[in-house]
């Protein structure tokens, strides 16, 4: 079956007890048991419930994964997973990485003795030249947040596997509706389903995506060992969300091709970050690698003036942390996405306090060029 019928009928869509059409919340904390030799598949709810359960199945079948893992937000995902790797290990890292996965890594897992590389990761010479004997695995986003680098894949897992590493790819921006880690040879898929996967802006939650058992079963044990769960009702929203990912993501992704070839157009507008424009540098790697270029987008303007006049004064999308919305959402990723890292960091990694990022909404895209253009055009 296509994508489409799969977001559709992929699983569970009508409860077998009753046949609602919408699978029930089941909001418990534990289950009873019938017998003292052999307990029922659930027992206690952190370890298993059946409404993240069909949750997780659903985005597993979308990755073209063997097992999925719900966890409270992507963050939770994210740190659940490093906790895969013991003190002495050592990664090699995007340098332009989630600023939340620069805090952890740097800030806690660092004391934890896990130790990082953060590396161009446009370059596999770059990736493939910081592995050392302790290295461990290779994470990577692509495109990364906020400038959509893109990272080849595919060449990325072909390098950590001849040296014996896990591939994680933080694929938050593309959904598998654009893009399948799995599929390109990488080992564990993160998202932070806060974004286009529920798609609403309603619930903060994450995952961990593997196609191997022995992975499972390792991410199956710290998911219940670290308990950073997702809770039941949340579980349900996000499914609820999840059944419009094709819609919502096409819609905004054309609106967004549109958007970014108008900026590209104009004066005010110094640099337009999209791998859905011809002039990315990484447009050839990102097509070969993923079925389109998104719905998120940043761009640099003339001047700081300009960029406050913007973020405050614009009326069709929120000013705002996060993306992925139904809304458009406009951020500042100097004071929010990567608040956490450090100025100098910051700049070395070309995130200018006149960058701003427009994630793409469902609005209508004449309204929102018109609302850009106001406020351009006043500077
Ligand atoms: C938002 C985000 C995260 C963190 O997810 P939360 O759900 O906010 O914890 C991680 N990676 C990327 C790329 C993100 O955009």
């Known amino acids: 079956m296509k994508f489409a019928t799969r977001l559709i009928h992929g699983s569970h869509t009508i409860d077998p007890a009753t046949g609602a059409l919408s699978l029930p919340v089941c909001q418990t904390s534990t289950f009873a048991q019938q017998s003292v030799d052999h ?7 952190r370890s298993g419930n059946p409404t993240r359960e069909a949750l997780e199945e659903a985005i597993a079948d979308l990755e073209g994964g063997s097992a999925a893992f719900a966890f409270g937000s992507g963050m939770a995902a994210i740190s659940s997973t490093l906790l895969l790797f013991k003190p002495g290990d050592h990664l090699v890292v995007c340098e332009d990485v989630y600023g939340g996965a620069f805090r952890v890594l740097t800030k806690l897992f660092s004391q934890w003795g896990l130790s990082v590389t953060f590396v161009d990761a446009t370059s596999l010479t770059a990736i493939e030249a910081a592995v050392k004997p302790e290295t461990k695995a290779v994470y990577l986003e692509s495109p990364s947040n906020p400038l959509l680098k893109i990272t080849d894949l595919k060449g990325a897992a072909a390098i950590a596997r001849k040296h014996e590493l896990l591939t994680l790819v933080d694929s938050t921006f593309m959904t598998p509706y654009l893009q399948r880690p799995l599929e390109l040879g990488c080992d564990i898929v993160l998202h932070s389903g ?62 967004a091709v549109k958007i970014a070839a108008w900026l590209a157009r104009q004066p005010q507008v110094t640099r337009v970050y999209y791998p859905g424009l011809a002039s990315h540098p990484g447009y050839a790697v990102h097509q070969a690698q993923a079925a389109g270029p998104g719905a998120v987008l940043s761009f640099e303007l003339e001047s700081y003036e300009l960029t406050k006049k913007l973020l405050e004064g614009i009326h069709l999308a929120a000013f705002a942390v996060s993306l992925g919305g139904v809304e458009s959402i406009l951020s500042y990723p100097a004071k929010m996405s990567h608040a956490a890292m450090p100025p100098a960091e910051r700049a070395a990694r070309g995130i200018s306090d006149t960058l701003v990022r427009l994630s793409v909404g469902l609005e209508d895209t004449d309204d929102m060029i018109a609302d850009l253009a106001r406020l351009l055009q006043s500077g």
Request: charged content about 20%; overall charge positive; hydrophobic content about 40%.
């Open 39 to 45: 307990f029922g598949r659930y027992d206690y709810a």
């Open 194 to 255: 806060t974004k286009f996967l529920n798609g609403h802006s309603d619930v903060v939650c994450g995952f961990a995506v593997v196609n191997n058992e022995q992975l499972a079963a390792r991410l199956g044990f710290v998911q219940n060992a670290f308990g950073a769960i997702l809770g039941p009702q949340d579980c349900w929203l996000t499914l609820r969300g999840l059944r419009t990912l094709k819609v919502r993501l096409e819609e905004s992704q054309r609106s």
